[in-house]
């Protein structure tokens, strides 16, 4: 990668810093994950040629039909991951550019990612290394199986909309664990977060959002 960690003109420091604060201005209160947003390079995560844009509040395209989420819904549901208590131990379904591993590896102790699209995965695991981030474990799968050899969770944060709920996630939550999941078929996305209590859980229907679908199955 060319770019630099840093960033100069519209990847700079004062331009993260007007990102946070518009942040701020919606639902953002966590100053916690605020602090996260202004410090990971998020230029370093999209193509050199968006690498302009990657301040604003906009999602990005990042090849194979993906997207990098606009920041806010990043920060949102770091957010409502954090809000669940303690959490040391994150599944993240869907590792994509690698942008909200990053940002979740700051403020957990262990970060989980798996990801269907092995260039993606690739991609994601070369920028880890270059940002030093060390915590972060990931997996070429099948992300609506989860990992369930690594369960349980504390939090469960999926990146992408699944039209029906993948069971399979709740049943690696800790007891008091929250899953955090777009779903819906396209036009009709809500954000969903399910919380564990014992056997039952108890549904949080959020905001209407709009995510690129939960496909099955491996792309080499």
């Known amino acids: ?19 946070v604060s518009i942040l701020r201005e919606q639902k953002i209160k966590d100053e916690k994950v605020l602090k996260v947003i202004a410090e990971i390079p998020r230029h370093l995560f999209v193509d050199e040629a968006l690498a302009s844009r ?24 770091t957010q409502l ?4 208590g303690s959490v040391t131990r994150v599944l993240e379904v869907g590792t994509g550019s690698g942008y909200q591993t990053a ?15 092995k260039p993606l ?38 990146t992408a909309a699944p039209e029906t709920l993948p069971t399979s ?9 929250r899953l955090i999941i777009p779903m819906g078929e396209k036009g009709k996305q809500e954000l969903l977060v399910f919380q564990r209590v014992g056997d039952k859980y108890h ?7 709009s995510f690129v679908p939960l496909l099955n199955g491996k792309i080499a």
Request: glycine share 10%; hydrophobic share 40%.
């Open 1 to 19: 990668m060319s770019l630099s960690f840093n960033g100069v003109g519209m990847t700079s420091q004062r331009t993260r810093d007007r990102l």
């Open 54 to 77: 990657a301040y604003e509040n906009i999602s990005l395209p990042i090849g194979h039909g993906q997207t990098i989420s606009q920041p806010y819904m990043v920060a949102l549901m």
């Open 81 to 84: 991951l954090l809000e669940g």
């Open 103 to 117: 940002i979740l590896s700051k403020l957990v102790s262990n970060v989980f990612s798996v990801e269907r699209i």
């Open 121 to 158: 995965l690739d991609s994601a695991k070369g920028k880890f290394r270059q940002l030093k981030l060390n915590n972060i474990l990931t997996n070429y799968s099948d992300g609506g199986w989860g990992w369930s050899s690594k369960a349980p969770f504390d939090a469960i944060i999926v």
């Open 169 to 177: 996630l709740l049943e690696q939550l800790i007891d008091g664990g």
């Open 203 to 209: 549904k949080k229907t959020l905001e209407k959002v």
